[in-house]
């Protein structure tokens, strides 16, 4: 009943708008006061959690893909995949899907990676004769993979919450996003081959191939440099995102001569913001997590969860049916930071691997991004589009089953996410 209570004060608190770090910090220390605890502890356990050399890597992170953003990257991306795939069935559904991925590997933000791809794939989608809709669905799925193709910021978020391996992280998020960028290239190739309205693009030269590609190449090879870097084991995660930062300026200043002072002012406030924004969630839900935890709430839940649902399977069922109802008033991080304290002693006592749930909670968060009404990605794309939410959400929908297949795939197959943890 107590957990009852705590959830329900908290999704109020939600509901009537109270902005998520006060929400969970606030009944932090509510919680805190009525179980007889000192209230210093919030205090502490708010500082606490922000002296992480690992969290270093969220701003920094965040400002690289800002900078890119500003400086047009993800148009010179899109050119590029587009020559060369553009005359393909289905050519620029599938020049968006790999943009995505390019772009979701130098970004690790869901939400940048549907903004600068959509702006540029939109007009050209639907001045080819794509349906609305399935243009503002794809666009928005395809944003979802920058929070699972590395790096990943809320990957570095989950690591730092359940103390696991970022690096191991990563690398089990390469495999399941690969498979999800097949299933959504493989579902815009058929849609188009059976598609009345789309008008094939014509090819490409090699002059154009050439020049787009060059164009593209830098950015590719900043890509390369921060995921090599990391998987090789020649900078950790935070020293990779000060690299890709410095790899931005001067891609951005020097080499593509895209970016002036104007423009890096304002994605450096940008970044402010949202590093502003993220670490004091992170550091409320801290100062939550230990307040419930004081109330034995974990240990009260993993109790329940052991004495009730003995199999892994009906575990992952649970927690995915309880995700996918509160990704419906919910993003993304705030989901993650309010369920994995509560979720994390049932994980151990049923002995699921970290890592492994680590990629299956992000693949369901990555459901909340596209379902309304709280989708940020339905909003973004909304917005570029000029298009209503109940047509974006429609569009969305087959991509939130493919996201659940994957789910599915991934449970009967581990090693799709796994293979490389092991091995490397």
């Excluded at 969860?305 to 419906?328: K, P």
């Excluded at 049932?346 to 968060?365: N, Q, S, T, Y």
């Excluded at 909304?382 to 297949?405: C, K």
């Amino acid at each position: 009943m107590t957990v009852i209570s705590i959830l329900l004060a908290l999704f109020v608190l939600l509901l009537i708008g109270v902005p998520v770090a006060f929400a969970l910090g606030g009944l932090g220390v509510v919680l805190l006061i009525l179980g007889d605890f000192a209230p210093r502890i919030a205090a502490t356990g708010l500082l606490s959690s922000l002296d992480s050399f690992i969290l270093i890597a969220v701003p920094l992170f965040l400002l690289m893909s800002n900078i890119l953003l500003r400086g047009g990257v993800g148009r010179d991306l899109f050119a590029a995949v587009q020559a060369w795939v553009g005359h393909w069935p289905g050519g620029l559904a599938v020049a968006t899907v790999i943009s995505c991925g390019l772009f979701s590997a130098i970004s690790g933000s869901s939400v940048a990676t549907a903004g600068t791809i959509g702006s540029v794939a939109i007009p050209e989608m639907t001045k080819r004769g794509y349906p609305r809709p399935f243009v503002f669905g794809l666009l928005a799925a395809g944003g979802t993979l920058g929070i699972l193709i590395p790096p990943s910021i809320i990957l570095i978020v989950y690591g730092v919450i359940t103390e696991s391996s970022i690096l191991d992280l990563f690398m089990a998020g390469i495999g399941p996003g690969l498979l999800l960028m097949a299933l959504f290239i493989g579902y815009s190739m058929l849609y188009a081959r059976f598609s009345s309205q789309y008008t094939a693009s014509p090819k490409a030269d090699w002059a154009e191939r050439r020049r787009t590609g060059l164009r593209a190449l830098p950015t590719v090879a900043l890509a390369g440099l921060v995921i090599t870097g990391i998987y090789a084991g020649w900078f950790t995660p935070t020293e990779a995102s000060a690299i890709g930062f410095l790899g931005a300026l001067f891609l951005t200043f020097v080499v593509l001569r895209s970016l002036d002072m104007a423009g890096l002012k304002e994605a450096v406030m940008d970044g402010l913001r949202a590093s502003a924004a993220i670490l004091l969630i992170v550091g409320c839900a801290k100062v939550f997590g230990k307040a419930i935890a004081l109330w034995r709430i974990p240990q009260d839940v993993s109790a329940f969860i052991t004495s009730n649902i003995d199999t892994m399977g009906l575990f992952i069922i649970a927690v995915g049916i309880a995700l996918l109802i509160m990704g419906l008033f919910m993003e993304a991080l705030s989901m993650m930071l309010i369920m994995m304290p509560v979720l994390a002693g049932a994980v151990m006592a049923l002995d699921i691997d970290p890592i492994w749930f680590g990629i299956f909670f992000v693949l369901m968060v990555e459901c909340a991004l596209i379902t309304p009404p709280v989708g940020l990605n339905l909003y973004v794309i909304q917005a570029i589009g000029r298009a209503s939410l109940g047509e974006v959400a429609r569009g969305a929908a087959p991509f939130v089953a493919m996201m659940l297949a994957t789910v599915f795939i991934i449970y009967w197959f581990e090693d799709i996410a796994l293979w490389l943890p092991r091995v490397l």
